[in-house]
Nanobody, 124 residues
Framework: QVQLVESGGGLVQAGGSLRLSCVASGRTSINYAMGWFRQAPGNEREFVGSITWTGTYSTLANSVKGRFTISRDSARNTMYLPMNSLKSEDTAVYYC?????????????????WGQGTQVTVSS
C-alpha cells in the first residue's frame, strides 16, 4: 500500500507560478513511476506528466510543455510539478499517482494509487 499526499495548490493570477509537491509513504521501497493528472469540472481526468523512479526520464503533455516541469527526489519520496505561465485553462484539481512499474505511462488506468488532489485555480 502506498499513500500519496499532494500540496502546493492555490489561487494564482494568469501568468503566475505554483509548485506542486507529492509525498509518498508506505511501501515506497518498490521502484515505481509516478505521474500527475488533473481534472476540471465536467471534464475527464487528463494526463499532465510522468517520471521514472530514477528521474532520468520524464514526459509531459503537449498542453503544458514549455511551462511545466516534472521532477522527483527519490531519497525524499517526493515528486514535484513546478508550473509557470499559468493559464485559466490550467484550473483543475491536480492528482499525483503511482504505478507498480518503473516506466512512465499516460493513461489513468495504468496507475494504482492516487492522492486526494490539490486545487489549482488560475484567475484571468
Amino acid at each position: 500500500q502506498v499513500q500519496l499526499v499532494e500540496s502546493g495548490g492555490g489561487l494564482v493570477q494568469a501568468g503566475g507560478s505554483l509548485r506542486l509537491s507529492c509525498v509518498a509513504s508506505g511501501r515506497t521501497s518498490i521502484n515505481y513511476a509516478m505521474g500527475w493528472f488533473r481534472q476540471a469540472p465536467g471534464n475527464e481526468r487528463e494526463f499532465v506528466g510522468s517520471i521514472t523512479w530514477t528521474g532520468t526520464y520524464s514526459t509531459l503533455a503537449n498542453s503544458v510543455k514549455g511551462r511545466f516541469t516534472i521532477s522527483r527526489d527519490s531519497a525524499r519520496n517526493t515528486m514535484y510539478l513546478p508550473m509557470n505561465s499559468l493559464k485559466s485553462e490550467d484550473t483543475a484539481v491536480y492528482y499525483c499517482a503511482t504505478r507498480s512499474y518503473t516506466g512512465v505511462a499516460a493513461m489513468a488506468h495504468d496507475y494504482r494509487y492516487w492522492g486526494q488532489g490539490t486545487q489549482v485555480t488560475v484567475s484571468s
